[in-house]
Structures are given as structure tokens and as C-alpha cells.
């Protein structure tokens, strides 16, 4: 499985983006799909994550601000963005695990690439305030 994240770039604090990550084939069912992010002061942060039944969970940081979703017709995960911050800027990539049985709860708290097998090569935000 290929996965691509576009929709990256500089905002205002405060403002709004909304990331997607394309798939090669449909991740609908058969698949826990998650949403990441990356800077050199963090360690990789799990955001947002949706398990193989739709269930949705986010990290504490992320809650009430970025919603994640898919549309399965394109295959495709989004990550909609908003009250942006400066802290959350970083290399944001996308991650699907095939077969996988976990919550999404529990998705979220694995962050190697070993663990999800499939992942995108990332889209930068930069937020400024």
C-alpha cells in the first residue's frame, strides 16, 4: 500500500488545514489508519487514529481541534485542523496497519514504523504565531 499526505503548509496560529492521505487501495474494514507528526525537538507523536470498526481516538494535545476521518469511495484519510498552534508544527505522515484487531485507543499509542508497516513520506506544517 502506497500512502500520500498533501495539504501541508504555513499558517497563522489559530488558523485551519486540512490534510489528506491518499492509499493505493482501500483501507475500509481491513485496516487501522492513524495520523502522526514529527519534529526534531519531539519524539513521533501519535494524533489521531481510526480502528478497523471506525472508532475514532486522539491524542490529549489534539482533542477538541483536529477531527479524522476517511472517505472510503476515494480512499482516503483526512486530518481537518483547526485553533492551529505553533507547537504544532512538525512533519505530519499518515500510517495504515493491515489486520489489525486493536481499539483505536490502543492504536494510538504505537508510533514505530514496525508496528503500522505502511506509511507516508509526510507533508510539512508550519505554524506561525
Not at 91 to 109: D, F, H, I, K, N
Request: some cysteine.
Amino acid at each position: 500500500v502506497k500512502l500520500t499526505e498533501t495539504g501541508g503548509g504555513s499558517v497563522q496560529a489559530g488558523g485551519s488545514l486540512r490534510l489528506s492521505c491518499e492509499a493505493s487501495k482501500s483501507l475500509h474494514n481491513a485496516y487501522c489508519v492513524g495520523w502522526f507528526r514529527q519534529s526534531p525537538q519531539k519524539e513521533r507523536e501519535g494524533l489521531a487514529t481510526i480502528d478497523s470498526t471506525g472508532d475514532t481516538s486522539y491524542a490529549d494535545s489534539v482533542k477538541g481541534r483536529f477531527i479524522i476521518s476517511q472517505d472510503n469511495a476515494k480512499n482516503t484519510l483526512y486530518l481537518q485542523m483547526n485553533n492551529l498552534k505553533s507547537e504544532d508544527t512538525g512533519l505530519y505522515r499518515c500510517a495504515a496497519s493491515p489486520g489489525c484487531r486493536q481499539t483505536s485507543s490502543q492504536v494510538l499509542r504505537h508510533i514505530t514504523e514496525e508496528w503500522f508497516g505502511y506509511w507516508g513520506e509526510g507533508t510539512q506544517v508550519t505554524v506561525s504565531s
